[in-house]
């Protein structure tokens, strides 16, 4: 199985993307923390099994990603398949409606950092700042 590492992320986010447009699939904009956020972000040189998506991004807000659609599940699927890669590269793991109902940290839709993959998938990967965050939320759960 191949892990994540920039490159590796990047290809599989593309993918995704071109396989949602030759799918007619909706638009989407998925925010993501933890390890895949900070390797996009070029704030570590490592791998990672996975891309945590914490929210969809739509109006304005972050939205809790749970349960991510069937349709990106599937899509998912096959870029795993297309690529080698673990089984739910993409997942809603970080999700938590707890973290939403709570509150997210003061100005994290501000900070994120905004990348496209073809006209129908965004991704926003967030801050050091606002992993620091997400990570104590993690440990204190």
């Known amino acids: 199985m191949a892990r994540l590492d920039e490159d590796v992320l990047a290809e599989a986010l593309r993918l995704l993307g071109n396989l949602m447009v030759a799918r007619q699939r909706p638009p989407l904009h998925l925010v993501v923390?933890?390890?895949s956020a900070l390797i996009a972000l070029k704030?570590?040189?490592?791998?990672?099994?996975?891309v945590d998506v914490l929210a969809t991004f739509h109006d304005g807000?972050?939205?809790?990603?749970?349960?991510?659609?069937?349709?990106l599940n599937?899509?998912?699927?096959?870029?795993?398949a297309e690529l080698q890669?673990?089984?739910e590269w993409l997942n809603d793991g970080a999700a938590d409606e707890d973290l939403f109902r709570l509150g997210l940290p003061?100005?994290?839709?501000?900070?994120?950092?905004?990348?496209?993959?073809?006209?129908?998938?965004k991704v926003s990967f967030i801050s050091r700042y606002d992993q620091i965050h997400f990570k104590l939320y993690a440990a204190a759960d």
Not at 61 to 71: G, K, S, V, Y
Not at 106 to 121: H, N, T
Request: some cysteine; aromatic content about 4%; proline content about 8%.
């Open 33 to 35: 923390c933890g390890g």
């Open 43 to 50: 704030l570590v040189l490592r791998t990672t099994k996975d």
């Open 61 to 71: 807000h972050m939205h809790c990603a749970r349960p991510l659609p069937q349709w």
């Open 74 to 80: 599937e899509d998912a699927k096959a870029v795993q």
């Open 85 to 87: 890669l673990p089984d």
């Open 106 to 121: 003061i100005g994290v839709a501000e900070r994120l950092v905004l990348r496209e993959f073809g006209p129908q998938l």
